[in-house]
């Protein structure tokens, strides 16, 4: 059994450039700490909202009540006073295991009055994972925090593809579900004078399209691990999954805003090409 052992963890842990570990930790870091900055208020100030609103999830399941005012606003900031050391690259070691578990419990305190984002779900796994990874030095140690954003990247999406057949099944593939989905949520906007996309209904309205969108979605996906067979297949996969959420953006007005940022595909791609990003690794983890 050695020989697939060793395949197995080759493959799990292959030699991988430290610049595109760091550039992608670097990025990662970078939009986590601007989500923060950019919705302070809304993670910070839990007053809100009724204290019979909240509903803890996570890592917040051991409250049995919110937390004081005060309490929220310290943790948000430093949070975020992490998340600048994190991205760039001061003291990873102990900054980035304390970012993580700060990004996680504040992401999960906010989804606990409700309103739970499972688009910050990627996010916090890239964050942890390149947390663990600690400095990055040694192909290797790259290597496998590269494979396992990769792969965390892969599976979000594959599992939203097979919830989508479990709930809808024949539903999803004929477009019905879709169309549904759309009409509801435009409707809901429209009736509460948010945002909406003057497309939904245009979309909703035509069968051949609902499916087309549907199977498109599905086949996006679904076809999620093609981004872990080769370069080119990733090349491909990043490609369509970026344009998929271009268009629920038009179609839904609704901003997946860490894919359409490209940064969630950070670790399939050689962004270390870029010269720019290359010469800010450099300042980040000189060496690189």
């Known amino acids: ?6 395949r197995l963890a080759g493959w799990l842990a292959p ?39 909240f509903a803890p999830v996570g890592v917040c399941a051991i409250l049995g009540a919110p937390l ?10 430093l949070t975020a006073a992490l998340g600048v050391a994190f991205t760039a690259g001061r003291r990873i070691r102990i900054v980035g295991p304390a970012f993580f578990v700060a990004l996680l419990w ?21 964050v942890g994972i390149f947390a ?19 792969i965390a990247t892969v599976l979000t999406y594959v599992v939203a593809g097979v919830t989508k057949l479990r709930s809808g099944g024949g539903a999803w593939l004929s477009g019905d579900a879709l169309g549904s989905w759309l ?4 409707l809901r ?9 003057p497309l939904a209904a245009r979309i909703a309205g035509s069968p051949p399209l609902l499916q ?11 076809g999620a691990p093609l981004a872990l067979v080769s370069r080119r297949s990733a090349y491909g996969w990043v490609a369509l999954a970026w344009l998929f959420h271009l268009g629920i953006a038009a179609t839904m007005a609704i901003g997946f805003f860490y894919p359409l940022s490209g940064v969630a595909f950070a670790a399939l791609l050689p962004v270390e090409r870029v010269a720019p990003l290359r010469r800010l690794a450099g300042r980040v983890a000189p060496g690189v």
């Open 189 to 197: 906007k429209i009736e509460l004078g948010s945002l909406h996309s």
């Open 1 to 6: 059994m050695s020989g697939p052992v060793d």
């Open 183 to 186: 009409a509801w949520d435009a």
């Open 68 to 77: 004081p005012a005060g309490a929220t606003w310290v943790i948000a900031v």
């Open 15 to 53: 030699e991988g450039p430290r610049s595109r570990a760091v550039i992608a930790r670097m990025l990662a870091g970078a939009f986590a700490t601007a989500y923060l900055l950019v919705r302070l208020r809304y993670f910070a100030d839990g007053e809100r909202h009724a204290p019979s609103d």
């Open 106 to 126: 504040t992401l999960s305190y906010a989804s606990s009055w409700g309103k739970i984002l499972h688009s910050e779900n990627l996010l916090v796994l890239h």
């Open 132 to 150: 663990l990874a600690g400095d990055l030095r040694g192909a290797r140690v790259a290597g496998w925090a590269l494979r396992a954003a990769a």
């Open 212 to 222: 087309a969108f549907a199977l498109y979605t599905l086949a996006v996906e679904l």
